[in-house]
């Protein structure tokens, strides 16, 4: 299939892409949604269509209600949106509404008119505003979803009414029915969709996140793995977001006492829990929280590591899948994941053997299994083998599938 892909011929056809971030902010979803961009326009026009960056103040745009740019030869619409920083509730609420409306107006205005609308999910709700879009642009549409809304907000406990959710989850099936295609980032996600939302699984695509090259570092990454490793003989890294759906306090629990082994535990990112978890880990000195370092450094803050932690609560199975997994398998480090054992995470690692995975709520059990990894001689093959899956799941290869999708509506 990839091997055909590779042999299409230009078509005209226009796709528009919909998501708030896009590079220079650098979540996961704009460095994905570039490489979606990038391998679309070798076959058609793609157009994208987007929000101011809010992800780092260096590089936010003054105020506008629209601009139109090329990068990477790209041609990317943003929209003026607010760009509040995203650890602020309210503005971060503020930058998704004003996103949407302006995202609304641009894509039902904006030449040429789309042949194919994919909207992810970032924000929640954007799939409604690509429907939007796609219903009056007489356009197809195709489903992008990374977490599966209002399933994850509501399972996480955050406080939605009961009756907001239900209504919410009401209009999303009929989302979900009305698409063309939907892709998803994992088997358990499309498992979930056919079960409980009733989806024709023969529309669902099961497209990952895949594993990609870390960018150029800028720096030699001393002072960075110095900061990281401090003294300790062995350290554990969690990187990235520390949201709601982490286990991350029974992780402090496990590495409370792990100190006096010389074996430390590293948190490296922001979230809405972190303020909490470093008051529930305060006076542990063997656990450190570390803000996100330079895009560039990624390389750096993988490598650090002797081991990586992934953690998902129980009964967010097919809500979420975490994009780190596959940075970690390209960092060829092994993974230790407290999740469930039914999650796409805890197939793929033992399918590859490239870590250990427990869904245990047990903090000591925790504990000892992080000491006999350290005291084992598996860690290297589990390196060994994470390399191999990075190769099994490469990006490219993953948005070739996606590509190929894209091209069949031209066909048709």
């Given at each position: 299939?990839?091997?055909e892909?590779?042999?299409?011929?230009?078509i005209?056809?226009n796709v528009?892409?919909?998501?708030q971030y896009y590079p220079p902010?650098?979540?996961a979803?704009?460095i994905?949604?570039?490489d979606?961009?990038?391998?679309?326009?070798s076959?058609?026009?793609?157009?994208?269509?987007?929000?101011?960056?809010?992800y780092?103040p260096?590089?936010?745009h003054?105020?506008?209600?629209s601009?139109?740019?090329?990068?990477d030869?790209?041609?990317v619409?943003?929209?003026?949106?607010?760009s509040?920083?995203?650890?602020?509730?309210l503005g971060?609420?503020l930058?998704?509404?004003?996103y949407l409306i302006l995202t609304?107006i641009?894509?039902?205005?904006m030449?040429?008119?789309?042949?194919?609308?994919?909207?992810?999910?970032?924000?929640?709700?954007?799939?409604?505003?690509?429907?939007i879009?796609?219903?009056f642009?007489?356009?197809t549409?195709i489903?992008?979803?990374?977490?599966?809304?209002?399933d994850l907000?509501y399972?996480?406990?955050l406080?939605?009414p009961?009756?907001?959710a239900?209504?919410?989850n009401f209009?999303?099936?009929?989302?979900l029915?009305?698409?063309?295609?939907?892709?998803?980032i994992?088997?358990?996600?499309?498992?979930?969709l056919?079960?409980?939302?009733g989806?024709?699984?023969n529309?669902i695509?099961?497209?990952?996140?895949?594993?990609?090259?870390?960018p150029?570092?800028?720096?030699d990454g001393a002072?960075?793995i110095?900061e990281?490793?401090?003294n300790?003989?062995f350290v554990a890294?969690h990187?990235?977001?520390?949201?709601?759906?982490g286990?991350?306090k029974?992780i402090i629990?496990?590495?409370?006492?792990?100190?006096?082994?010389?074996?430390?535990l590293?948190f490296?990112?922001?979230?809405?829990?972190?303020?909490?978890l470093?008051?529930?880990a305060?006076n542990?000195?063997?656990i450190?929280?570390?803000?996100?370092?330079?895009f560039?450094?990624l390389?750096?803050?993988?490598?650090?590591?002797?081991?990586?932690?992934?953690s998902i609560?129980?009964?967010?199975e097919?809500?979420?899948l975490?994009?780190k997994?596959?940075?970690?398998?390209k960092a060829e480090k092994?993974i230790?994941?407290?999740?469930?054992?039914t999650?796409?995470v805890a197939k793929?690692?033992?399918?590859?053997q490239c870590?250990?995975?427990t869904?245990t709520?047990d903090?000591?059990?925790i504990?000892?299994?992080?000491?006999?990894?350290?005291?084992?001689?598996?860690?290297?093959?589990?390196?060994?083998a994470a390399?191999?899956?990075s190769?099994?799941?490469?990006?490219a290869?993953?948005?070739?599938?996606?590509?190929?999708?894209?091209v069949?509506?031209?066909?048709n």
């Amino acid at each position: 299939m990839c091997e055909e892909n590779k042999a299409y011929s230009r078509i005209n056809m226009n796709v528009l892409l919909v998501n708030q971030y896009y590079p220079p902010d650098t979540s996961a979803t704009a460095i994905i949604l570039r490489d979606i961009a990038m391998a679309l326009d070798s076959v058609c026009s793609p157009i994208v269509l987007s929000g101011r960056p809010s992800y780092n103040p260096e590089f936010r745009h003054g105020l506008y209600l629209s601009k139109t740019e090329f990068v990477d030869h790209v041609r990317v619409d943003r929209v003026g949106s607010t760009s509040y920083d995203r650890g602020f509730l309210l503005g971060r609420v503020l930058n998704y509404v004003t996103y949407l409306i302006l995202t609304v107006i641009r894509g039902l205005l904006m030449h040429p008119r789309p042949d194919v609308v994919i909207s992810m999910t970032d924000p929640p709700i954007a799939g409604f505003a690509g429907a939007i879009i796609s219903f009056f642009r007489r356009s197809t549409f195709i489903y992008f979803i990374q977490d599966l809304h209002p399933d994850l907000a509501y399972a996480v406990g955050l406080p939605i009414p009961k009756l907001i959710a239900q209504i919410w989850n009401f209009f999303n099936v009929l989302l979900l029915k009305y698409c063309d295609s939907i892709i998803v980032i994992g088997e358990d996600m499309k498992d979930l969709l056919v079960s409980s939302k009733g989806i024709d699984a023969n529309k669902i695509h099961v497209i990952r996140s895949g594993s990609v090259e870390f960018p150029s570092p800028k720096t030699d990454g001393a002072s960075i793995i110095r900061e990281i490793r401090k003294n300790y003989d062995f350290v554990a890294i969690h990187a990235g977001n520390l949201g709601y759906v982490g286990n991350f306090k029974l992780i402090i629990d496990a590495f409370r006492d792990l100190g006096s082994r010389s074996i430390g535990l590293v948190f490296v990112g922001q979230g809405t829990m972190k303020t909490e978890l470093m008051d529930y880990a305060k006076n542990v000195d063997s656990i450190n929280f570390i803000d996100f370092y330079p895009f560039d450094e990624l390389s750096h803050v993988y490598s650090a590591a002797d081991l990586h932690l992934i953690s998902i609560k129980k009964g967010l199975e097919g809500l979420v899948l975490p994009s780190k997994l596959y940075s970690v398998l390209k960092a060829e480090k092994p993974i230790f994941a407290n999740v469930p054992v039914t999650s796409d995470v805890a197939k793929i690692i033992k399918e590859y053997q490239c870590g250990v995975v427990t869904s245990t709520k047990d903090a000591s059990e925790i504990s000892k299994q992080i000491i006999a990894l350290k005291e084992s001689n598996t860690l290297g093959k589990m390196s060994v083998a994470a390399s191999q899956a990075s190769e099994v799941f490469d990006r490219a290869v993953e948005i070739r599938k996606f590509t190929e999708i894209v091209v069949e509506y031209e066909k048709n």
